[in-house]
């Protein structure tokens, strides 16, 4: 079972807002780089956005333009993705994982361990 526990998706209209929240071991969102991603049937595992352990962002600009934001809270090791002025192409299942200091947020291969998922389903 994953340490890391993804919860806050299900079925929204286009234009609703969501906020997924990722619960982490204690102290894990301090030490680790926080990322989320997603995945859509039958694409790539895509980047989202990623936390540093000082509280550094970094997103997919391309995908996310400003609707997401990415955010945690130190005292109850939580991670969170607020998503706002949602597409249907954003339906995808989230995931949440960690990833050692210093290596490159975006990149799945930096991540160590990863949460199952939540389902975020979009429709027009």
């Known amino acids: 079972q994953s340490q890391l526990v993804e919860s806050g998706g299900g079925l929204v209209q286009a234009g609703d807002s969501l906020r997924l929240s990722c619960t982490t071991p204690?102290?894990?969102?301090?030490?680790?780089?926080m990322g989320w991603f997603r995945q859509a049937p039958g694409k790539e595992r895509e980047f989202v956005a990623a936390i540093s352990r000082i509280g550094s962002t970094t997103y997919n600009t391309d995908s996310v333009k400003g609707r997401f934001t990415i955010s945690k809270d130190n005292r109850k090791s939580v991670v969170y993705l607020q998503m706002n002025l949602l597409k249907p192409e954003d339906t995808a299942v989230y995931y949440c994982a960690a990833a050692q200091p210093g290596n490159p947020a975006a990149a799945a291969s930096s991540y160590d361990v990863w949460g199952q998922g939540t389902q975020v389903t979009v429709s027009s």
């Open positions: 204690a102290r894990t969102v301090m030490w680790y780089t």
